[in-house]
């Protein structure tokens, strides 16, 4: 998959995902320091979404957009990852009432990073991404925006979550 970063090619490492396959189970840090694990939100639809960092205009633009968004679901759990510090994402969420997020952090060990296949290698932060992921913990959406200064389908995402 060919990725820029304003218009100059990226590289993605990690494993790729695709669409159909079972949503791979990684760890991540919670805003309270604690362990976060996919699988504690399995059986619930889950839009999971990943980003440089919180403290740039089109990736707040992002966690704000989802935010309201899944604000009109009732079943649907929303999950923001970057490699931003758990105290950033916090800080920021709070500042700016995104609180029908999950914020989590992959800056230790960037499982989720290498198990998506979303580290950028040449700055160790993630891709802009999409994944909406099933009751049954089935990857039925992904994006990858293949330009990561570009906001990514919130259309195409939703209409497929109301699907599901």
Do not use: W
């Amino acid at each position: 998959m060919k990725v820029t970063m304003g218009g100059n090619p990226i590289t993605l490492i990690g494993n790729e995902v695709k669409e159909g396959q079972k949503a791979p189970e990684f760890k991540a840090i919670k805003g309270d320091l604690g362990e976060f694990k996919l699988s504690d939100y399995l059986g619930k639809k889950i839009v999971l979404t990943s980003f440089p960092s919180i403290d740039t205009g089109i990736c707040a633009m992002q966690a704000t957009r989802f935010n309201q968004e899944i604000g009109k679901f009732d079943d649907v759990v929303l999950i923001t990852i970057s490699n931003d510090l758990p105290f950033a994402l916090n800080r920021y969420c709070g500042a700016n009432g995104i609180d029908n997020a999950i914020t989590i952090s992959d800056h230790k060990d960037v499982d989720f990073g290498m198990k998506y296949g979303m580290l950028i290698e040449e700055l160790r932060l993630l891709a802009r991404a999409v994944f909406v992921i099933d009751k049954e913990g089935n990857i039925a959406y992904m994006e990858v925006c293949p330009e990561i200064k570009s906001e990514p389908n919130y259309e195409k995402a939703l209409e497929v979550l109301k699907r599901l």
